[in-house]
């Protein structure tokens, strides 16, 4: 694929998102008006919303989690935006990369000054079984589903063939999730706002309660592997291997260079942009790497003229723990195959050589699955303007990465972001 | 809204769509590959599908349709288009219509020379009464949806208000289905390739066969005020003023004008893209007028530097025989309020003043609704390009136009085509 320059240089100007959890009260319309007023109060010089010029909302499935189709408008009208336009993009849980993408090619073409890129997912409504059923939908219905698959069986087949190939362990897997919920404990906004060592003790206090036998866990890895407290889903991705099912909403604000200065004296240039899509899981000759990603990265490193050994900060797509690992070789930041080791030497920490997922990642910080890409957005915009509070890691952050993949990675997108 | 020069220019060279219809035993890949074979043929110089460097697809629910999401790169892959990036638009009924404004942005900001543009939906695997529910989550399921709205009486609601406001007689929305029939009957690829009077013929053989009573009507407008034949669907909607349910796929091919040549020595020019949005239809001032459709051709002529005079050929989105009036007034075609006189004295017909759906339109080609929009492409094309056969009309069509919108007219999107 060919990588060709933009018309135009595009620039983040603002960055938000919802609480993530759980709310039986609200609606995508409520978390996005949330996610709305936390992007505006984090632009410098100020919003004044009629300055928008055109909505992107990355959204997987409102329809079937919310029984609400034609979604876009609604954001708009809930934000006082109509006339402007509104559009949805669907790219399962890659929707707001890839919306950020559109967004980003829009301004490019010179069609608009200013484009709010959102995304929203309102997952809680249904029955467990039922959300994961809707996201089964994001495989191949006629050749995958029939045969039995939802997602945590997907990326448990890639953890399989991944641990055959490299004989990587269960306990790299944990040192994820581990490294996640390290981070996610220093995000006021995580949905699993806590260690797993906090875990562990919330969980001994319940027991005490209740009267229960108090657990004698001698440390975090001894809690991974205890079959109760962190039940198998999908040999050999555990509960804690796996994202939660979440709420949320996020909303970045793009504009083109040139005016970037009206609204901050310190804009986040994105410079490389990538997109690729790959056929379905059972059609592959290789389970161990996501080709969509690796493309996409691809095309992002040379549009931006970089290398992997750049990046300060990534945002990957935990959306399982393996998931992490597949993507920090896919990026180039480890060699196939070395990403398991790269975990368990915590390379990847907030203080590591690269570190990976300073917000939580999916795994903590939680998964709504359509918001989910522009909630990375969020957390490079932090860390590159020294804003992460505890979290912010212990060096400059000129360039970041985010990368964002739907279903069994059929869809890639990855973007990199410069602060001059 | 402000108008701006998009980077660089942007042509179509190629149009194609599958047989719409009902098609059991087809699914919306087998749909979209026939859509591309067609579109393929299309192009004068030849396409090498490996030049094609992204694909949008329209399409408004496969979720809800096909129990399929993540549909991009499932068309992707069914075309060997992998890995270049699939990315879904959806804005309802105006899904593919964005996605060729998505398409147009995308190849003008730089990033690709080459665009697919598509649209897909198979209706017809649910019972009737499921797509009338899936549909009606195109309103607003909090506020509209609980009254009992559905599609029809949405579009009631706003023929019933025309007609008080304006005076305006069921005979003027019959004269909409009639001349819409009449185009389609020339189109081999409409759901219904009939006119009324045929499918009055059509009843009095089927009636013959079966040993009924022959019915008597003396011309196509007692047919069309006969309750049996032509049933009330929802005052003063009856039957024939109601598009159907459709399967079927569309695809458009866009390249920068920089390259046009490569493909073909008569492109087809876009010069005018405009997209807005509304709030749903019970927020309204006013019914009869579709604010969202008024600002998208606004944008579309300041951008084109052209008025609705200039038009010579427009496909608009009669989802319903009101539609088509509105929308012609809400183009500027004609004044508010003259729409319903305009369809009576046939200025609309294929050799009146005004040409409008030439194709058929929605009421007899077909809606398959993520799909209709790049549809209206695949007409002015061929209108333009004097490849229109029987239904070519009797003038030069230098400059075209499409209007597809989007539920109740909360997105609605306008393209302006020009043969230089």
Same mark, same amino acid.
């Given at each position: 694929?060919?990588?060709?320059?933009?018309?135009?240089?595009?620039?983040?100007?603002?960055?938000?998102?919802?609480?993530?959890?759980?709310?039986?009260?609200?609606?995508?319309?409520? +978390?996005?008006?949330?996610?709305?007023?936390?992007?505006?109060?984090?632009?410098? &010089?100020?919003?004044?919303?009629?300055?928008?010029?055109?909505?992107?909302?990355?959204?997987?499935?409102?329809?079937?989690?919310?029984?609400?189709?034609?979604?876009?408008?609604?954001?708009?009208?809930?934000?006082?935006?109509?006339?402007?336009?509104?559009?949805?993009?669907?790219?399962?849980?890659?929707?707001?990369?890839?919306?950020?993408?559109?967004?980003?090619?829009?301004?490019?073409?010179?069609?608009?000054?200013?484009?709010?890129?959102?995304?929203?997912?309102?997952?809680?409504?249904?029955?467990?079984?039922?959300?994961?059923?809707?996201?089964?939908?994001?495989?191949?219905?006629?050749?995958?589903?029939?045969?039995?698959? !939802?997602?945590?069986?997907?990326? *448990?087949?890639?953890?399989?063939? #991944?641990?055959? &190939?490299?004989?990587?362990?269960?306990?790299?897997?944990?040192?994820?999730?581990?490294?996640?919920?390290?981070?996610?404990?220093?995000?006021?906004?995580?949905?699993?706002?806590?260690?797993?060592?906090?875990?562990?003790?919330?969980?001994?206090?319940?027991?005490?309660?209740?009267?229960?036998?108090?657990? $004698?866990?001698?440390?975090?890895?001894?809690?991974?592997?205890?079959?109760?407290?962190?039940?198998?889903?999908?040999?050999?991705?555990?509960?804690?291997?796996?994202?939660?099912? !979440?709420?949320?909403?996020?909303?970045?604000?793009?504009?083109?260079?040139?005016?970037?200065?009206?609204?901050?004296?310190?804009?986040?240039?994105?410079?490389?942009?990538?997109?690729?899509?790959? %056929?379905?899981?059972?059609?592959?000759?290789?389970? !161990?790497?996501?080709?969509?990603?690796?493309?996409?990265?691809?095309?992002? #490193?040379?549009?931006? %003229?970089?290398?992997?050994?750049?990046?300060?900060?990534?945002?990957?797509?935990?959306?399982?723990?393996?998931?992490?690992?597949? *993507?920090?070789?896919?990026?180039?930041?480890?060699?196939?195959?070395?990403?398991?080791?790269?975990?368990?030497?915590?390379? $990847?920490?907030?203080?590591?050589?690269?570190?990976?997922?300073?917000?939580?990642?999916?795994?903590?910080?939680?998964?709504? /699955?359509?918001?989910?890409?522009?909630?990375?957005?969020?957390?490079?915009?932090?860390?590159?303007? %020294? +804003?992460?509070?505890?979290?912010? /890691?212990?060096?400059? /952050?000129?360039?970041?990465? !985010?990368?964002?993949?739907?279903?069994?990675?059929?869809?890639?997108?990855?973007?990199?972001?410069?602060?001059?």
């Amino acid at each position: 694929m060919k990588t060709r320059k933009l018309g135009r240089g595009v620039a983040v100007v603002g960055v938000g998102m919802s609480q993530f959890g759980a709310f039986p009260e609200k609606n995508s319309r409520d +978390l996005f008006v949330e996610a709305f007023r936390d992007m505006r109060g984090s632009v410098d &010089k100020g919003l004044d919303p009629n300055d928008i010029e055109a909505l992107y909302i990355g959204n997987y499935s409102s329809d079937l989690f919310e029984g609400q189709g034609h979604t876009a408008p609604i954001m708009a009208d809930w934000l006082g935006l109509t006339p402007r336009p509104a559009t949805r993009i669907e790219d399962a849980c890659a929707s707001s990369g890839v919306a950020l993408r559109q967004g980003l090619l829009a301004v490019a073409s010179g069609a608009y000054d200013v484009v709010l890129v959102g995304g929203i997912e309102k997952m809680t409504n249904l029955p467990i079984a039922e959300v994961t059923d809707t996201l089964a939908t994001a495989g191949d219905v006629l050749f995958e589903i029939p045969a039995g698959f !939802t997602f945590p069986g997907f990326y *448990a087949a890639m953890a399989t063939a #991944y641990m055959h &190939k490299y004989g990587a362990t269960p306990e790299a897997l944990m040192k994820v999730a581990l490294k996640n919920h390290d981070n996610g404990a220093l995000n006021a906004k995580a949905q699993f706002n806590s260690t797993i060592a906090g875990v562990m003790a919330a969980k001994k206090r319940s027991a005490e309660k209740k009267g229960r036998p108090i657990p $004698t866990w001698a440390d975090e890895m001894e809690f991974l592997h205890d079959d109760r407290a962190n039940p198998m889903i999908a040999w050999p991705l555990r509960l804690f291997d796996c994202s939660p099912v !979440t709420d949320g909403a996020t909303a970045v604000l793009l504009v083109s260079e040139e005016i970037a200065k009206q609204f901050t004296d310190d804009p986040i240039h994105i410079i490389g942009s990538g997109q690729a899509s790959d %056929g379905a899981l059972h059609d592959r000759p290789d389970l !161990t790497s996501l080709g969509a990603a690796k493309h996409a990265g691809q095309m992002a #490193y040379a549009m931006a %003229g970089i290398t992997p050994k750049d990046i300060k900060v990534a945002e990957v797509h935990d959306c399982f723990t393996i998931a992490e690992i597949i *993507a920090s070789e896919d990026l180039g930041f480890f060699a196939p195959g070395a990403g398991h080791e790269a975990a368990e030497e915590g390379l $990847t920490a907030r203080h590591g050589s690269q570190p990976i997922n300073t917000s939580g990642g999916l795994k903590s910080k939680g998964h709504p /699955v359509g918001a989910s890409g522009a909630g990375q957005v969020v957390e490079v915009f932090k860390q590159m303007r %020294g +804003l992460a509070g505890e979290r912010q /890691v212990d060096r400059d /952050v000129d360039l970041a990465l !985010t990368h964002n993949v739907g279903g069994t990675g059929q869809t890639a997108v990855v973007h990199i972001y410069e602060r001059k």
